[in-house]
């Protein structure tokens, strides 16, 4: 063959059956990865033409070039050369017009309205547009306590730095439900938002980043679905437990996550559990969740109830008598946003009927709402059935000892008189022998700080409250 060929006529004559060829691969490739992949990603794929052995495809965007360089290219370059084999690369450049959304890596100078339809999460969550967020759950309004200082801690290092940390990648916050999880990645969202404003953060229920899913494979657009995260510096997935047992958006989110996570892009999960308890999760998934920092909030103390009381009533400017304060942080422990609605009813009623907060207008307005939590369990009962989990004598519960031994099941006998009875601190100290009720305080905030130190001993406790309620 001539090699001083004229080019233009060699491209000519290159691209008239290399046209043909790519309509037979491009066949080839929807067969192998079916109708959904192919209208995804390779249809994207706009075929320019064929020059000296280079295939030459451009695409709207850096995302979808890089997803099918490392998904496709290789197949599509191997299929070609079964038509010609002195085909020797495949060049995918991004089309000229859609360059500025995605070549810039400076998120605020990234346009990400352009390419997103109006249900775009990223429109909607983005730190420029805080509509999402509960102007409420800032760090300020925190209140941190023993249960919860390493999920406080591990939120403030995520919103405070702009290096994200391999270490701290993903942050996967769990816990019990009302403890403060979905507060803790709003306040990372406004921090970001005040301090930092150049990042993009984006924050989304579960529920709600399957919904977008499912409606993206409806419409055959999961490409523009993934496309909303990547502009994302900060991605935030709420109670990541409802994306359980989905196993197409199982495998979506992975990918979306990998993707995120091998850029350097900050991932923050909430769930209510541990990633190892996600049993409805991929083994691979579940274990990839777990390899950044794992923190966990844990139920509240009595005393971080006193504070939160009385941080929300500052925030109100609200004030209210100390023994309320008191019962309704015995009273309420089941989590912190129940706790919360008590102290509104409370406040919104006598607000209404015009009388002042007293323990007796709180007890009574609380009535029906406690009336759940109120059974007739008797001190007696409570002293007989630990006695019986722990091995000593139920005279123990009302002798002096201070014996480790049996101290500490009078002590936990005293805290379930207190959550589980509407005795006061003096009454049960009376039915202990005779004890004194900051006796009684101190055993209720001791068993307290037990049972979130020692996981056992408070499934212990919890499975022995269960069975006393019954
Ligand atoms: P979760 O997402 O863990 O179910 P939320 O974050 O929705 O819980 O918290 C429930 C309610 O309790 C919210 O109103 C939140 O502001 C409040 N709350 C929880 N923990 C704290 C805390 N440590 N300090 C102040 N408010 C809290
Ligand atoms: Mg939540």
Same mark, same amino acid.
């Given at each position: $063959?001539?090699?001083?060929?004229?080019?233009?006529?060699l491209?000519y004559?290159?691209?008239?059956?290399?046209?043909?060829?790519?309509?037979?691969?491009?066949?080839?490739?929807?067969?192998?990865?079916?109708?959904?992949?192919?209208?995804?990603?390779?249809s994207?794929?706009n075929?320019?033409?064929?020059?000296?052995?280079?295939?030459?495809?451009?695409v709207?965007t850096?995302?979808i070039?890089?997803?099918?360089a490392?998904?496709?290219?290789?197949?599509l370059l191997?299929?070609w050369?079964?038509?010609?084999?002195?085909?020797k690369?495949?060049?995918?450049?991004?089309e000229?017009?859609?360059?500025?959304?995605?070549?810039?890596?400076?998120?605020?100078?990234?346009?990400?309205?352009?390419?997103?339809?109006?249900?775009?999460?990223?429109?909607?969550?983005?730190?420029?547009?805080?509509?999402?967020l509960?102007?409420?759950?800032?760090?300020?309004?925190?209140?941190?306590?023993?249960?919860?200082?390493?999920?406080y801690?591990?939120a403030?290092?995520v919103?405070?730095?702009?290096?994200?940390?391999?270490?701290?990648?993903?942050?996967?916050?769990?816990?019990?439900?009302?403890?403060?999880?979905t507060?803790? $990645?709003?306040?990372?969202?406004?921090?970001?938002?005040?301090?930092?404003?150049?990042?993009?953060?984006?924050?989304?229920?579960?529920?709600k980043? $399957?919904?977008?899913?499912v409606?993206?494979?409806?419409?055959?657009?999961?490409?523009s679905?993934?496309?909303?995260?990547r502009?994302?510096?900060?991605?935030?997935?709420?109670?990541?437990?409802?994306?359980?047992?989905?196993?197409?958006t199982?495998?979506e989110?992975?990918h979306?996550?990998?993707?995120?996570?091998?850029?350097?892009?900050?991932?923050?999960?909430?769930?209510?559990?541990?990633?190892?308890?996600?049993?409805?999760?991929?083994?691979?998934?579940?274990?990839?969740?777990?390899?950044g920092l794992?923190?966990?909030?844990?139920?509240?103390?009595?005393?971080?109830?006193?504070?939160i009381?009385?941080?929300?009533?500052d925030?109100?400017n609200?004030?209210i008598?100390?023994?309320?304060?008191e019962?309704?942080?015995?009273?309420i422990?089941?989590?912190?946003?129940?706790?919360?609605?008590?102290?509104?009813?409370?406040?919104?009623?006598?607000?209404?009927?015009?009388?002042?907060?007293?323990?007796?207008?709180?007890?009574?307005?609380?009535?029906?709402?406690?009336?759940?939590?109120?059974?007739?369990?008797?001190?007696e009962?409570?002293?007989?059935?630990v006695?019986?989990?722990?091995?000593?004598k139920v005279?123990?519960m009302?002798?002096?000892?201070?014996?480790?031994?049996?101290?500490?099941?009078?002590?936990i006998?005293?805290?379930l008189?207190?959550?589980?009875?509407?005795?006061?601190?003096?009454e049960?100290?009376?039915?202990?022998?005779?004890?004194?009720?900051?006796?009684?305080?101190h055993?209720?905030?001791?068993v307290e700080?037990? $049972?979130s130190?020692?996981?056992?001993l408070?499934?212990?406790?919890?499975l022995?409250?269960?069975?006393l309620?019954?």
């Amino acid at each position: $063959m001539n090699l001083l060929v004229q080019p233009k006529i060699l491209e000519y004559a290159d691209e008239d059956s290399s046209s043909k060829t790519w309509l037979t691969v491009s066949n080839s490739l929807k067969k192998e990865y079916g109708e959904e992949t192919f209208k995804s990603w390779i249809s994207k794929l706009n075929f320019v033409g064929c020059a000296n052995g280079h295939i030459n495809f451009t695409v709207p965007t850096r995302f979808i070039r890089d997803w099918i360089a490392t998904h496709y290219e290789k197949r599509l370059l191997n299929l070609w050369r079964q038509h010609n084999s002195n085909v020797k690369k495949i060049n995918i450049t991004i089309e000229s017009k859609s360059n500025s959304n995605f070549e810039i890596l400076k998120p605020e100078r990234v346009s990400v309205g352009t390419s997103i339809s109006n249900e775009s999460i990223i429109t909607e969550h983005t730190n420029t547009n805080t509509s999402n967020l509960d102007r409420r759950f800032t760090f300020e309004n925190f209140v941190v306590g023993k249960p919860n200082e390493l999920a406080y801690a591990a939120a403030k290092a995520v919103a405070d730095t702009d290096v994200v940390q391999a270490g701290s990648n993903p942050l996967f916050l769990y816990g019990g439900v009302g403890l403060g999880k979905t507060h803790l $990645m709003h306040a990372i969202a406004w921090h970001i938002h005040k301090n930092n404003p150049n990042r993009k953060v984006a924050y989304l229920s579960a529920e709600k980043y $399957m919904y977008q899913f499912v409606k993206a494979l409806r419409s055959k657009d999961i490409m523009s679905f993934k496309e909303q995260f990547r502009s994302v510096d900060v991605l935030m997935v709420d109670d990541v437990q409802f994306i359980c047992g989905k196993d197409s958006t199982q495998e979506e989110f992975f990918h979306t996550f990998n993707e995120l996570i091998d850029n350097n892009r900050q991932i923050v999960i909430s769930c209510d559990r541990s990633p190892s308890d996600l049993e409805d999760m991929e083994e691979r998934i579940r274990s990839r969740l777990g390899w950044g920092l794992v923190a966990d909030v844990h139920s509240t103390t009595y005393e971080l109830r006193i504070g939160i009381l009385q941080s929300k009533l500052d925030q109100m400017n609200i004030s209210i008598p100390q023994n309320v304060i008191e019962f309704l942080a015995a009273k309420i422990s089941s989590n912190v946003r129940e706790l919360e609605g008590a102290l509104n009813k409370v406040i919104a009623h006598s607000n209404l009927i015009g009388r002042e907060v007293t323990l007796e207008v709180t007890k009574e307005i609380l009535r029906d709402f406690l009336r759940s939590n109120e059974r007739a369990v008797t001190i007696e009962d409570i002293q007989k059935k630990v006695a019986e989990r722990f091995n000593v004598k139920v005279s123990d519960m009302s002798s002096p000892r201070r014996l480790r031994s049996i101290s500490r099941p009078r002590q936990i006998a005293m805290y379930l008189a207190k959550s589980l009875t509407r005795r006061s601190l003096s009454e049960i100290g009376k039915k202990f022998g005779g004890k004194d009720h900051t006796t009684v305080m101190h055993a209720v905030k001791k068993v307290e700080e037990l $049972m979130s130190a020692d996981i056992e001993l408070g499934e212990d406790i919890r499975l022995l409250k269960r069975i006393l309620e019954c």
